[in-house]
């Protein structure tokens, strides 16, 4: 019997247990244990990227293409990353000791939390679950990996080639829906990573709760786009279609939707069109090039929303295929659903606006999204929008390419998530820093420190500490 036979038939709470026993072992606090393991994901993922892509394309009619610059292109950069600093990164931080622990020497170290929860959402199913797994694997922990349910043959994927190829000990994918999913959280966990809404984000935080769990939350969204008057529109709208129509729209940092300056209005429709034209053909929907939504239920939502507004552009669909064409909304009233929920696919809804004080407030009276989007060329007005504004993260004159950087921390803010991740930050993510002081074995004392508190102390105290701190 392969142990994949045996993992199948055991119960969540003795893979847990596992896991616990294996990080007790203190395998994983070893370095080269955790290089070599990181080096052998990676080729499986390289071994399997056909059958991936394959998987995507099934979930999500994922372009194979697409698959690589969103999927597993992001992992590959992200395990580069890692394995090039990964031996600076887990070294002690040595920090100044301060004069009155002196003599000694102080440092940080980077341990691991121990055991973690992965729990993944569906719209990029590979990356949410296998980067995180990197950080994790990185800073020495062991997982468990729980993908969407809604994303079946890409969860089914994953589980091969992590539980034919790893110590279930160490890491393990268990699939599953809800009921899995609680049942994980009744466990215990050193941490618990989480990315999808912000109402399930809630449940974890709750069950998190129970243990003081650290926990990080990526969630969603209205993830604002402006463009102002100044901008290369032609340019503006070719990145405003890449990030709006990739995946159709069912990425969680997407512009959500648009403030256009009156007067470019006319000109960014068009150039839109143009954009969604040239990208997906005069057919989005049968194009090769474009994704499916993830399942009936999300469709029937999305096509109650294009009762909204006005449409411009798009707005047709197909049952049997479950796509959605590009759609541009105009003027759908702030309290309508599509302007209330979080997008999360292909519907552009969009405002015109007079002057940057507008959008600001507009802004600001919404939740704090995952990211927001300024084309401008006035450094004036970037700054004004980003002093005036708060988001996860933010590009200008582009559109979610924040998120491609593994030298900037990814994740939400307020409503929009909870910590961030990639490359150093997921690192550290996954890493209790420890705080160590080492006293110097000399019996050399700061007297003022020892009671008996004597008279006249108190003004030498403050004056030492006046003059060194
Ligand atoms: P989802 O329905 O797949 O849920 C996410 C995970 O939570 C799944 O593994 C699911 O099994 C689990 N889950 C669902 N209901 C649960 C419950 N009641 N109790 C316990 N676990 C439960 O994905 P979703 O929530 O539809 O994902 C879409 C959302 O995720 C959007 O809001 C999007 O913006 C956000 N998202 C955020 C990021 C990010 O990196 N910040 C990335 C992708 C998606």
Known sequence: MTSVVMQADMAISQIVKNQKDFFRSGKTKDLEFRIAEIKKLNKLVQQYEQDIYDALYNDLNKPHYESMMVETGPFYAEIKHTLKHIREWAAPEIVPTSLFNTPGSSKIIREPYGNILVIAPWNYPFQLTFSPLVGAMAAGNCV???PSEHAPHTSAIMKKIINENFDSGYIHVIEGGVKETQELLNERWDYIFYTGGPEVGRIIYQAAAKHLTPVTLELGGKSPCVVHKDADIKLAAKRIAWGKWINSGQT???PDYLFVHIDAKDKLIDALKNAIIHAYGNEPIHSSDYCKIINEKHYNRLKG???????LFGGKFDDEKLKIEP?????APFHSTVMTEEIFGPILPIYTYNNIEEVIEFVNSREKPLATYLFTKSSAIQNKYLNNTSSGGVTINDTVLHISSSEMPFGGVGESGIGGYHGKFSFDTFSHKRSVLIRG?????????FP???KGRMNLMKALLKRFL
Request: aromatic share 14%.
């Open 452 to 454: 008996p508190y004597k």
């Open 252 to 254: 969680c940092l997407a």
């Open 144 to 146: 468990i990996m729980k």
């Open 441 to 449: 074995p000399q019996p050399l004392d700061n007297f003022l420190r």
């Open 305 to 311: 929303y294009l009762n909204d507004g006005e449409i």
């Open 327 to 331: 759609t541009l909304l105009f003027n």
